[in-house]
């Protein structure tokens, strides 16, 4: 038997293992169960694309090493061997603590062949200002920048962006084996739109014809101020609002410590000795005195104050009685000036 063969028959009976996990729920591990049986059927069918995804869900409900082992082996036979070489690297680290080792020196062993084929790529980027760097469409972390990043063969997309800075987008091809770097160029600054004032316009004398008499009299020049708003008033509405509520709470909890205390009464003796009703009904009725007695005076007192903001608000100034001089209709055919008040 070759060394493939003999290396395919020990997957197949390592994948024959049945993993040791625990699902989040019943229905999750059926789901789990579903989705792995799905996946095998795919991975014979040599349908791997397919079948990735369904095993990533189903260790994902119910994670388990010989799920994780299949994954690998699922990914290794889609030629993804960046993702096969982690995979292989968690199992053996699962594998490791269960105690399982023929599946612990297995996945070992296959890391290890895939170690050198695992395409590696390079990003450089020049330092900007708010500068981030995309993979695929996943956020590199600026500390991998010049590291030699593990990717699965073929094409990936390369996205640089910054505030202020057209955005710049790099392809690149990696391949197993072999070592790529991307440096992406200096981005370009946006260009900056300044926008000119528009001077306004200058009037002309000429523009603004001189008014002529009308026949209509037309009122005379108004000076003076007109109404002075008093914002001291709008303090003596809330204010006085406010101790009117507060006053009306204090009256509705005096009734209540009334209502109380005639209960407590009815369960009393003459030397005020009460049942369990009465004593709780003495308890409450003090309690809402008290409280009656302090919403009370508040509110009196918030009541009070708001008038005295009221009365003493300054007084609104009359306008000013000014004379002014507007034309008045004589007949049908001359004009003649009137004083005005």
Known sequence: MTSWSKSIALLLVLLAIPATAGAQTPEDKATAEVLFEDARKLMEAKNYAAAC??????????????????????????????????????VESQARREGQKVREKYARDKANALAKLVPKVVITAAAIPGLVIKRDGVVVDPALLG???????????????????????????????????????ALEAEPVTRIEPTPSPTPSPLASPMPTPSASPSPGPVTGEGPVRRPRRKWAYVVGGVGLATLGAGIVFGVMARSSWSTAQDHCDAELMCDRTGFDAAQDADSRATLSTILVSAGAGMTVAGVVLWLTAPRVRSRERLTGLAPAPIGDVGLTWQERF
Do not use: W
Not at 54 to 60: N, V
Not at 64 to 83: K, W
Not at 161 to 179: D, H, I, L, W
């Open 147 to 185: 590291t030699a990043l593990s990717m699965d063969p073929g094409g990936h997309i390369i996205e640089a962006s910054a505030p202020g800075f057209k955005p710049r987008r790099v392809e690149v091809q990696a391949q197993e084996g072999k070592q790529s770097v991307v440096e992406i160029p």
């Open 53 to 90: 995804p369904k095993l990533e869900a189903s260790q994902r409900l119910d994670p388990g090493v010989g799920t994780l082992l299949n994954l690998a082996a699922c990914y290794e036979l889609s030629l993804r061997t960046a993702s096969a070489f982690a995979t292989y690297r968690e």
